[in-house]
């Protein structure tokens, strides 16, 4: 018990000490790089998720600015409300399957997974994210609008839900018959189990 509450609490020191710094590298992004090569990428091309991006975009293609603000705040409402249609339309979607078993796989290293269309909008997740349209935000706009090997590792912060430290990678979802960008994928991961 001793051990393990000093061992946190050294950790806790580190990750406020290197917060406090000016660095803005993520010290984990050695570790976070080679878990996305060897172990997240090669399911990127997997038909459950690109299918699914590729369907989406179809479907939301034709969505104005007005439209996508309009699901976003049905989302955060539902959200907030603990479910409602369009959440559990996304909750219940085989790509919700495929990413919260790939969750379960990692025993307790990643803590989050979605993955987003061309316009930023949730297709999949493993759990229900606060927003549904995430283009306006770093994981989709590095990624995605960069290009087909783009890669974006987000600082370290404390998760309240988790109760740990983890840091966001996310990366570009590519349609393997084209080579293009179609899409993008965060994945959560629990730093402290790196």
């Known amino acids: 018990m001793i051990r393990s509450l000093v061992r946190n609490?050294?950790?806790?020191?580190?990750?406020?000490?290197?917060?406090s710094t000016t660095a803005s590298a993520n010290?984990?992004?050695?570790?976070?790089?080679?878990?996305?090569?060897?172990?997240?990428k090669p399911w990127l091309s997997?038909?459950?998720i690109v299918d699914a991006v590729k369907a989406q975009n179809l479907k939301t293609a034709s969505l104005t600015d007005a439209d996508i603000d309009k699901l976003?705040?049905?989302?955060?409402a539902e959200a907030k409300a603990g479910g409602g249609?369009?959440?559990?339309?996304?909750?219940?979607a085989p790509l919700s399957d495929f990413l919260k078993g790939k969750e379960a796989a990692a025993g307790g290293l990643i803590s989050e997974l979605f993955v987003m269309d061309a316009n930023g909008l949730n297709v999949g997740m493993s759990d229900v994210t606060s927003d549904y349209m995430q283009g306006d935000e770093?994981?989709?706009q590095k990624?995605?609008?960069v290009g087909p090997d783009a890669v974006f590792i987000d600082d370290v912060e404390f998760d309240e839900s988790s109760k740990a430290f983890q840091s966001q990678v996310s990366a570009t979802v590519v349609d393997p018959a084209?080579?293009?960008?179609?899409?993008?994928?965060t994945i959560g991961i629990n730093v402290e189990k790196l």
Do not use: C, H
């Not at 010290?27 to 997240?40: G, V």
């Not at 084209?178 to 994928?185: M, P, Q, R, S, V």
């Open 178 to 185: 084209t080579g293009k960008a179609i899409g993008a994928i």
């Open 143 to 145: 990624t995605y609008q």
């Open 138 to 140: 770093a994981k989709w």
């Open 27 to 40: 010290d984990f992004a050695p570790q976070i790089t080679k878990l996305l090569n060897e172990q997240i």
């Open 46 to 48: 997997d038909p459950a």
């Open 9 to 19: 609490t050294t950790f806790a020191v580190l990750m406020l000490a290197a917060a």
């Open 72 to 76: 976003d705040k049905q989302w955060r």
């Open 85 to 92: 249609p369009l959440v559990q339309e996304v909750a219940a």
